[in-house]
């Protein structure tokens, strides 16, 4: 089992940055069975959708709605991986949700940070 802490989210202006951040912790098996990490949010009455993944080897892929402004990375000593926004939409605004993914297709999500854009 994997379990993932978030933080950093919170309110911003419109044209603002957040910096968010997601730590996972396990048995030294199951941290080194992950493959992917990622970011994926949800908006009211909305589906929850991929935001940026990073695979172990900084593979990246990204939302086209967030290209541009948002970078995924990753810091595999740390089992941490980061989402830096900037030049935050009200758009943006939703409860973000940390994901991480092993090679053996197991799914691990974290208990969501909230991002809230004002215009």
């Known amino acids: 089992q994997v379990q993932l802490a978030e933080s950093g989210g919170g309110l911003v202006q419109a044209g603002g940055s957040l910096r968010l951040s997601c730590a996972a912790s396990g048995t030294i098996f199951t941290i080194f069975s992950i493959n992917t990490m990622g970011w994926y949010r949800q908006a009211p009455g909305k589906q929850r959708e991929l935001v940026a993944a990073?695979?172990?080897?900084?593979?990246?892929n990204y939302a086209d709605s967030v290209k541009g402004r948002f970078t995924i990375s990753r810091d595999n000593a740390r089992n941490t991986v980061y989402l830096q926004m900037n030049s935050l939409k009200p758009e943006d605004t939703a409860v973000y949700y940390c994901n991480a993914k092993s090679f053996q297709a197991a799914d691990y999500w974290g208990q969501g940070t909230q991002v809230s854009v004002s215009s």
């Open positions: 990073i695979t172990k080897v900084d593979s990246t």
